[in-house]
T-cell receptor, first 111, second 119 residues
Framework: QKEVEQNSGPLSVPEGAIASLNCTYSDRVSQSFFWYRQYSGKSPELIMS????GDKEDGRFTAQLNKASQYVSLLIRDSQPSDSATYLCAEGYNQGGKLIFGQGTELSVKP | DTAVSQTPKYLVTQMGNDKSIKCEQN?????MYWYKQDSKKFLKIMFS???????INETVPNRFSPKSPDKAHLNLHINSLELGDSAVYFC??????????????????FGDGTRLSIL
């Protein structure tokens, strides 16, 4: 079974700081990667998808993909208390497109 | 408008019972999925259907039987419920593969989940 590994949390950052979330994956042929945010008791909500090496920015969020090193990261600039949630890294596995999730990193942004 | 909707939201039942969860999506997607999220919040794929055809069937007990009457609906029936079935079950949908390279997947959109509690 292919694996996706994330930083074990919880990760605590002060309001306004940059939160950095990291994820590694084991399947070299994967080309689809996703970051989801999940608030307690809610469903996963897509934040970013990334398919090519390099950075992809969307507002305060930047996803970074490095296929050679098999890692994907998410940076959250100007972190807000409302960003406090569990962040799930997912790999779109080639077989049937199922998502393989990491265990999630809990982020806490302190006012 | 709700994109991926699941019913019921909560399901409390006794061991040994049979129950069903329904899922519908109005996004026009061709692929639908069932995921299970356990008490440690780990999300794991169970099944996926593409245009009513089963394409992923993970190592799930055969007490779980998915059914897709059309590409907008995917239901999950569970027989003889056990304590270990207590979890949150999420339905998701996506447009499946895209692009010339054929190995890229559109992101999946999740329903609100069904919290199943076995007494």
């Amino acid at each position: 079974q292919k694996e996706v590994e994330q930083n074990s949390g919880p990760l605590s950052v002060p309001e306004g700081a940059i939160a950095s979330l990291n994820c590694t994956y084991s399947d070299r042929v994967s080309q689809s990667f996703f970051w989801y945010r999940q608030y307690s008791g809610k469903s996963p909500e897509l934040i970013m998808s990334i398919y090519s090496n390099g950075d992809k920015e969307d507002g305060r969020f930047t996803a970074q993909l490095n296929k050679a090193s098999q890692y994907v990261s998410l940076l959250i600039r100007d972190s807000q208390p409302s960003d406090s949630a569990t962040y799930l890294c997912a790999e779109g596995y080639n077989q049937g497109g199922k998502l393989i999730f990491g265990q999630g990193t809990e982020l806490s942004v302190k006012p | 408008d709700t994109a991926v909707s699941q019913t019921p939201k909560y399901l409390v039942t006794q061991m040994g019972n049979d129950k069903s969860i329904k899922c519908e999506q109005n996004l026009g997607h061709d692929t639908m999925y069932w995921y299970k999220q356990d008490s440690k919040k780990f999300l794991k794929i169970m099944f996926s259907y593409n245009n009513k055809e089963l394409i992923i069937n993970e190592t799930v007990p055969n007490r779980f039987s998915p059914k897709s009457p059309d590409k907008a609906h995917l239901n999950l029936h569970i027989n003889s419920l056990e304590l270990g079935d207590s979890a949150v079950y999420f339905c998701a949908s996506s447009q499946g593969k895209w692009g010339g390279q054929g190995r890229r997947w559109q992101p999946q959109h999740f329903g609100d989940g069904t919290r199943l509690s076995i007494l």
